[in-house]
């Protein structure tokens, strides 16, 4: 159990670190964390990948992102952790959105609003921000009458969970969307 409880503690340690722009240290803290880790220890390599991913991602490095992320999908699918995986899978469909591959993130997001939908103990929150890339995503696809859809669900959500930024996003984005609505049908 001490062992978990370090590799865990690191973990902690390095996401903590990477917020602070730490970066040498991170690396070093999560390289600590593989050398405890066993084979079988897959949500702590999941999460060892999906830091590494927030570290790409942070440096405008979204293809070597791309890698970390599929790792993490594969630790945590073998963890059978659904939570993370659908956690993974949003950051995968974030990825490709980002990178303008608009088939492969709309795949994702929905892979992941199922995953969540499917779980009963989905954090409103997580669910919140996946719908929030998916809302993106569908006004980027001009299928904005689902966009609409999905940042109403996104802003209900965010409301629950008691972030107002979020909320007034949704909101704004609704109004936006349903002002282009009213001028394309005038």
Not at 29 to 49: M, S, T, W
Request: glycine letters at 4%; proline letters at 1%.
């Amino acid at each position: 159990m001490k062992r978990k409880k370090i590799i865990s503690e690191l973990l902690r340690n390095a996401w903590n670190e990477r917020r602070h722009e730490r970066y040498d240290h991170v690396l070093s803290l999560l390289e600590k964390a593989e050398e405890l880790c066993k084979p079988n220890d897959h949500v702590f390599h999941g999460r060892i990948h999906h830091i590494k991913r927030q570290i790409e991602v942070d440096h405008g490095r979204y293809e070597d992102a791309l890698l970390h992320n599929e790792r993490a999908i594969e630790s945590y699918t073998a963890s059978g952790n659904s939570d993370r995986i659908a956690h993974s899978i949003r950051h995968l469909g974030d990825l490709y959105l980002r990178l303008n591959k608009l088939t492969e993130a709309e795949s994702n997001y929905e892979r992941a609003v199922s995953l969540y939908s499917d779980s009963q103990d989905t954090n409103p929150n997580d669910l919140a921000n996946c719908l929030r890339g998916y809302a993106l995503l569908l006004e980027k696809l001009n299928k904005n009458d689902k966009a609409v859809s999905i940042w109403k669900s996104t802003g209900q959500l965010y409301q629950i969970c008691g972030l107002s930024d979020g909320q007034q996003e949704a909101e704004a984005r609704i109004k936006a969307l349903t002002d282009i609505q009213n001028s394309q049908n005038n």
